[in-house]
Nanobody, 116 residues
Framework: QVQLVESGGGLVQPGGSLRLSCAAS????????MAWYRQAPGKERELVAS???????NYADSVKGRITISRDHVKNTVYLQMNNLKPEDTAVYYC??????????WGQGTLVTVSS
């Protein structure tokens, strides 16, 4: 059974930075895609960024130039470096792995609050 453990959320002032991490544990044979989603209060969950096993990345327009996704293939970990954070970035952030081309596994979520 694969589990994802997220860390790095918290309270930050506008313009500040945070780095989220999501590490996988358990029986892992092939991680195809790692992604970060977020869900703000009263809104639907949306894709923030994704990275495929060939390190091809994709970003939501709202975060381009401020947020970078990266992965450590050895540690089975994905990171989300968030800079110049804005109040509208406030949300619960979830990581999701696609394993073996068919198995989707979600993390438990970590809260990011951007406020002065």
């Amino acid at each position: 059974q694969v589990q994802l453990v997220e860390s790095g959320g918290g309270l930050v002032q506008p313009g500040g930075s945070l780095r989220l991490s999501c590490a996988a544990s358990g029986s892992i044979f092939s991680i195809n895609t790692m992604a970060w989603y977020r869900q703000a209060p009263g809104k639907e969950r949306e894709l923030v960024a994704s990275i495929r096993n060939v390190d091809t990345t994709n970003y939501a327009d709202s975060v381009k130039g401020r947020i970078t996704i990266s992965r450590d293939h050895v540690k089975n970990t994905v990171y989300l470096q968030m800079n110049n954070l804005k109040p509208e970035d406030t949300a619960v952030y979830y990581c999701k792995f696609l394993i073996g081309g068919y198995l989707e596994v979600w993390g438990q979520g970590t809260l990011v609050t951007v406020s002065s």
